[in-house]
């Protein structure tokens, strides 16, 4: 819902449709979700990569940053 938001709203029109990554966590869960606007079969990037990291990597990544800051706020309030 989010990228067709952006997309009426926000875009340029020499921009290319918006594609999201939405990524959720929990204390010991992570969710991680991509979405096209619909319709949209192809993806249309500015930077080129030749692979896109799996759901897997994402969510390990979500959830090493969660522990990370985590771990920062809780030394903070020491």
Not at 5 to 11: A, I, L, Q
Not at 25 to 41: E, N, S, W
Request: net charge negative.
């Amino acid at each position: 819902m989010y990228v067709n938001y952006f997309d009426h709203k926000e875009k340029l029109p020499e921009e290319n449709q918006t594609i999201g990554i939405l990524l959720c966590t929990q204390k010991h869960d992570a969710v991680v979700k991509m979405t096209l606007p619909i319709g949209q079969t192809q993806i249309l990037a500015t930077e080129y990569k030749l692979r896109l990291p799996t759901e897997e990597q994402l969510m390990t990544l979500t959830n090493q940053i969660r522990t990370d800051y985590e771990a920062r706020h809780h030394s903070s309030e020491d």
